[in-house]
């Protein structure tokens, strides 16, 4: 049983008779579920997940205080701490985790906050171009057990969609970076006879490309840890995280090294064909830069195209 399946199963069994019973006049105004940061909210967590922050709960979102007074939070909140212990051989931890409770009681309008920087979700275009793709993936992931006011999900649903100008800016100064780290320094580095620096090219590459086909399949990265099994998961380009597996986990000496620029070139030209398809870029090379600025002058908004082209990055 994952992190997940264990909230809502708690949830059923506990959460949904508490709020029904004690609370009956607030239990419509409750939006509840498992979202935030963590590998359970993402269905990552697994055996070693579970030696730290991980225990049965849920998250209770409230509206505003106009809607849901003080007084009534803490008894809700007084209420959720004495659910009990033990569920399905897991115990709730008796001290919140590093960074902040993840589960109990919480203002939907602080959540956000904390997550985006916008209690009601609403961001403007330049938090949209600066804001890591991480921190929305935590306002967006995990899974809403119920709302029945809706504001919850609604929130989550407009921060799921990245404005495609954004997307666009985003993507090209990635497209910029892998150009830069492993179609041109990466060779470079090794001709000066720096291995080491041409291992963090491959690196910057990487970090670069995984990015970028997030963007390409209108998705958000998770925190690095997790990049691999996400990248595996996505409809487009998944293959990609065992090439870039293998140009981390190899070195840079002789015919090794030329397999290595070999396999950037080829990540570089089915990224190149994905831009395609999609219809990102006009330029027809395999030059990953000239896509880049390909890309950001595809960009609606003049004054976002205008930015510098890694303004997003």
């Known amino acids: 049983m994952n992190g997940l399946e264990l909230s809502r199963a708690f949830y059923e069994q506990y959460g949904a008779p508490l709020l029904h019973e004690q ?24 055996e070693v997940s579970q030696d730290h922050d991980f225990e049965p709960g849920f998250c209770l979102l409230l509206p505003d205080e106009a809607a849901v007074d003080r007084r009534t939070a803490f008894l809700l909140e007084r209420a959720y701490a004495k659910l009990p212990k033990e569920f399905m051989r897991f115990r709730r931890s008796a001290l919140a985790p ?32 600066k804001i890591p793709q991480q921190s929305l993936l935590e306002a967006t992931g995990g899974e809403i057990f119920r709302d029945d006011l809706g504001e919850v999900t ?16 985003r993507l090209a100064g990635q497209l910029l970076l892998m150009a830069q780290a492993g179609q041109y320094n990466y060779l470079r580095c090794l001709k000066h006879g ?12 990487v970090k670069s490309c995984i990015e970028a086909v997030f963007l390409l399949n209108r998705a958000y990265a998770p925190y690095y840890k997790w990049s691999f ?16 597996e293998y140009l981390l986990t190899t070195g840079n000496d002789g015919e090794l090294a030329e397999s290595k620029y070999d396999m950037i070139e080829s990540t570089a030209a089915d990224v190149i064909d994905e831009l395609q398809n999609q219809g990102l870029t006009k330029a027809i090379c395999g030059d990953l830069e000239k896509h880049a600025y390909s890309v950001n002058d595809g960009i609606g908004d003049g004054d976002v195209r205008n930015l510098h082209i890694l303004y997003a990055i």
Not at 194 to 205: I, T
Not at 229 to 244: F, G, H, I, V
Request: hydrophobic residues 45%; proline residues 4%.
């Open 98 to 129: 590093v960074g902040g409770a993840r589960h109990g009681v919480l203002r939907t309008a602080d959540f956000f906050q904390e997550k985006v920087g916008a209690p009601d979700g609403v961001l403007t275009l330049d938090q949209w171009l």
């Open 229 to 244: 099994r996400a990248l595996r998961r996505l409809d487009k380009l998944s293959l990609t995280a065992e090439t870039l």
């Open 23 to 46: 609370f009956p006049e607030t239990e419509k105004l409750v939006a509840v579920g498992l979202i935030g940061s963590g590998s359970e909210c993402l269905g990552f967590d697994d």
């Open 194 to 205: 720096e291995p080491a620096a041409a291992q963090l090219a491959v690196n910057e590459f």
């Open 154 to 169: 609604a929130i989550r649903a407009a921060l799921s969609r990245m404005p495609e100008d954004v997307r666009k800016k």
